[in-house]
């Protein structure tokens, strides 16, 4: 394990139906009807960590706060980071900044009367502001938003900016300034690998996920982002219709999940995301120095 590197985990707390792939195949309006299984698979979770004695960040969709705000307190009272992961689950770059400012205004507005805490940082549906919804930035500036791990700096049919930067770094808008915690990514032969959690934490040999992720540790004194879902410690959730590509993602390895994070835990040191990316200056963040600006 290293001694020096603190890397942020983070869980995006939503129900396996609110999915983005799904979104063909279930309605928000059904979501009242589907059988809910976010609550008992998120305190797994809070369990796994409070093992291992770790403190992250629950990115929560405020569709799920505003119906189980006892969930929400018990994050909080186990001493977790809480930010906003939307209210719908709607990807960025298909809405209007009007209804992105709703969105967000109301999932920070439902967590912020349970927790009495003002919401601080932002994780969009999917990874989705890309170059298409750059726009949202300024408007998580403006509703004071100082911190979004909302960016992957990778190819993939659904979300990425490849080229961004791929270590914790500040963004100048126009409308200010604010961190941003892209996605993990190793890079091999030149190209941007995500090693940061989901479903690449899942496919992708956990042999190999487990050096790279300590090379960025150790190699080159960097922290990294993992992420991950309640419904992907859960591999008795009921099955959604959807394509195969759909299926190979969502439910590849779910019974690997939890025995894998566990490992993760005892190999790595992790803290919530605003530990390895201080919102103020002079500090500095783990391994990189406050000049490190990109205007976009």
Known sequence: MSQK?????????????????????????????????????????????????????FYILGWVAERRPHLVRDIQRAGHEIGSHSYRHDLVYNMTPEDFHDDLVLSCKILEDITGEPIKTYRAPSFSITEQSLWALDILIEEGI???????????????????????????????SLWE??????????????VGGGGYFRIFPARWTFSQLEKLNSRHDRPFVFYIHPWEVDPDQPRIASSWKSKLRHYTNLSRTESRMRTLLERF??????????????MEPSGFATSDKVTI
């Not at 609110?18 to 059904?30: I, L, Q």
């Not at 915690?181 to 995500?194: A, D, K």
Request: hydrophobic share 30%.
């Open 5 to 57: 590197v603190v890397n942020a985990f983070t869980v995006d707390v939503e129900d396996y139906y609110h999915v983005s792939a799904f979104s063909k195949h279930v309605r928000t309006s059904d979501w009242e009807n589907m059988e809910s299984r976010v609550s008992g698979n998120t305190y797994r979770i809070l369990d796994l960590l409070n093992h291992y004695q770790v403190r992250a960040t």
């Open 269 to 282: 040191q992790f803290d919530a995301i605003s530990s390895i990316v201080p919102s103020g200056t002079p």
């Open 146 to 176: 100082e911190l979004d791990s909302s960016i992957y700096p990778i190819r993939h049919d659904i979300y990425g900016i490849p080229g961004s930067p791929t270590q914790p770094h500040q963004i100048e808008r126009p409308a200010g």
């Open 181 to 194: 915690c892209p996605g993990t990514v190793c890079n091999v032969l030149g190209r941007n690998f995500p």
